[in-house]
């Protein structure tokens, strides 16, 4: 099954900007949708946004419209996460996660169509 290792998580003041990185090893990466979870301390763990196996379909959390892009480069095996105007609560703990290979498009939003994560990049923006 793919493996899904992050990167590029840190600390960024407030209104500045973030770029997330999710590197998938197997051969099923460009087939899987894909989506980013978050997870605040002493918080549940909550959608942020995913993207459909071709690219031509994403969804976003509320919280993230208009500042937040999700992409993929299925020729590089990897997931990306833009982050821009950042504010103090969008600090957590980011997972990337996959879906089985060519899963119907539909709740993209749930942890429960996800059946692997990566191992979580601390995000932490400062006021």
């Given at each position: 099954?793919?493996?899904?290792?992050?990167?590029?998580?840190?600390?960024?003041?407030?209104?500045?900007?973030?770029?997330?990185?999710?590197?998938?090893?197997?051969?099923?990466?460009?087939?899987?949708?894909?989506?980013?979870?978050?997870?605040?301390?002493?918080?549940?763990?909550?959608?942020?946004?995913?993207?459909?196996?071709?690219?031509?379909?994403?969804?976003?959390?509320?919280?993230?419209?208009?500042?937040?892009?999700?992409?993929r480069?299925?020729?590089?095996?990897?997931?990306?996460?833009?982050?821009?105007?950042?504010?103090?609560?969008d600090?957590?703990?980011?997972?990337?996660?996959?879906?089985?290979?060519?899963?119907?498009w539909?709740?993209?939003?749930?942890?429960?169509?996800?059946?692997?994560?990566?191992?979580?990049?601390?995000?932490?923006?400062?006021?």
């Amino acid at each position: 099954q793919v493996q899904l290792v992050e990167s590029g998580g840190g600390l960024v003041q407030a209104g500045g900007s973030l770029r997330l990185s999710c590197a998938a090893s197997g051969r099923t990466f460009s087939s899987s949708t894909m989506a980013w979870f978050r997870q605040a301390q002493g918080k549940e763990r909550e959608f942020v946004t995913a993207i459909s196996w071709s690219g031509g379909m994403t969804n976003y959390a509320n919280s993230v419209k208009g500042r937040f892009t999700i992409s993929r480069d299925n020729e590089k095996n990897t997931l990306y996460l833009q982050m821009n105007t950042l504010k103090p609560e969008d600090t957590a703990v980011y997972y990337c996660a996959a879906q089985r290979p060519r899963a119907i498009w539909g709740r993209s939003d749930l942890v429960s169509r996800y059946d692997v994560w990566g191992q979580g990049a601390q995000v932490t923006v400062s006021s």
